[in-house]
């Protein structure tokens, strides 16, 4: 999602510094060290700070926003550069996002009910921003005979969800697109002729 929001931005004329998240073999063994601060993911957002110290931008963005600190956020806003978050899972993680959303300047929302439940739990400013299409992934294709199921479904994991996903599986062809990893053993568990289609997804099969 972030690689999409970025070359959306590029194509209207901004200039992006992106910045990855993923922890390096080196940053965890630092986050191990005895005398490290008490910072979430100390060793990253350190990182973080250089790279925005390098970059000065005219705007700090960031999606989903768990791993940026609120040491990296206040050095920023000590700094003049307003941050600016878009929580592109919610309600799901709604509790979990509105404990960080207070030191952003700007909250984003997925969810067109969540803005004013941000404000309410201390937010500065809170907007509703809705996901879109990228016309060279979302596009018409030829249906392929190998996609072929009675029920697709394309989205994050939440308890909710498998639960809707197990009270399918078993009576249609049901294939599961997105981030579910482990999750998904417990599906296929229900059913041993369970396939695991192209791209990590899977396809259950209807007995």
């Known amino acids: 999602m972030g690689r999409f929001t970025a070359e959306a931005l ?3 004329g901004h200039d992006m510094t992106l910045f990855d998240y993923a922890p390096t073999p080196l940053d965890k063994v630092r986050d191990r060290l005895p005398w490290q601060p008490a910072e979430d993911k100390a060793a990253v957002n350190r990182r973080l700070r250089k790279a925005v110290e390098a970059a000065r931008p005219d705007l700090f963005l960031t999606l989903f926003g768990f791993d940026v600190s609120r040491e990296s956020l206040h050095w920023m806003r000590s700094r003049k550069i307003p941050s600016a978050c878009w929580w592109i899972n919610d309600p799901f993680q709604f509790q979990r996002s ?5 030191c952003y300047d700007f909250v984003f929302s997925n969810s067109s009910v969540c803005p004013g439940q941000y404000l309410e739990a201390g937010a500065p400013h809170a907007d509703f921003l809705p996901t879109a299409c990228s016309p060279g992934v979302h596009r018409t294709r030829a249906p392929e005979e190998r996609y072929r199921c009675d029920v697709c479904f394309a989205g994050d994991w939440s308890a909710r969800r ?18 579910w990893s482990e999750k998904l053993g417990r599906l296929e568990a229900r059913d041993s002729s369970a396939l695991r289609g192209a791209g990590g997804d899977r396809l259950l099969p209807r007995p």
């Not at 509105?98 to 207070?102: C, D, E, G, L, N």
């Open 98 to 102: 509105a404990r960080k959303a207070p």
């Open 162 to 179: 498998e639960s809707m996903m197990e009270a399918l599986v078993g009576r249609f062809r049901v294939r599961i697109f997105g981030p």
């Open 10 to 12: 590029r194509e209207l």
